[in-house]
């Protein structure tokens, strides 16, 4: 097969393009574009992607229990996993189409991970989240502010919201919580 591959087919004039496939490819000046890392070579090879729940006790998955100091702060956040399925002791954990960690299987690999780590990693997720919803509070409080001040000055110009008449608000029907057989 190969010796048919290598010295028949690849040097016999194509059919359709009229040259052999191996003068083609080497004219046409094709280089693949080639990842910048070995590390992104391994993301690209790792092509098996699978949606996970990050539990206080890490991610499971096949059975299989996968931990790192990182998770311990995104306890109940849904998180993508990219796994190699030839080498099941690392996982990869990406948040928000973001990188985030490996987590190995403590059973497969046999690391162990403290708890002052993961309680490290609670704790530094937690700040971050607190910043995030404090700089978020300020800029509602600014442009609360700011549309206060051009509410003062295009109050004419302004329309008053509509009432809702009770034609235009559908009444609510009460159906019974309990439900019931159609022979009771």
Not at 13 to 21: I, K, L, Y
Not at 47 to 70: C, E, M, N, W
Request: some cysteine; proline content about 8%.
């Amino acid at each position: 097969m190969e010796h048919f591959i290598l010295e028949q087919y690849h040097q016999q004039p194509h059919r359709e393009t009229g040259e052999p496939p191996q003068a083609r490819w080497e004219g046409s000046g094709f280089l693949p574009r080639l990842p910048e890392s070995l590390e992104q070579l391994d993301l690209l090879l790792l092509t098996v992607a699978k949606s996970r729940k990050v539990h206080p006790d890490g991610i499971r998955f096949q059975g299989f229990r996968y931990l790192d100091p990182t998770l311990a702060a995104y306890v109940g956040e849904p998180v993508i996993i990219r796994y190699d399925p030839l080498d099941m002791a690392e996982i990869r954990i990406f948040h928000d189409h973001r990188f985030l960690c490996r987590a190995i299987c403590a059973e497969l690999a046999g690391d162990t991970i403290a708890l002052r780590d993961i309680i490290r990693a609670r704790n530094r997720r937690r700040r971050d989240l607190r910043h995030t919803l404090q700089d978020r509070a300020r800029t509602v409080e600014v442009l609360l502010e700011a549309h206060r001040g051009d509410a003062s000055t295009d109050a004419p110009a302004r329309i008053a919201p509509l009432d809702p008449t009770p034609e235009a608000t559908p009444e609510r029907i009460e159906t019974p919580r309990l439900k019931r057989y159609f022979n009771d």
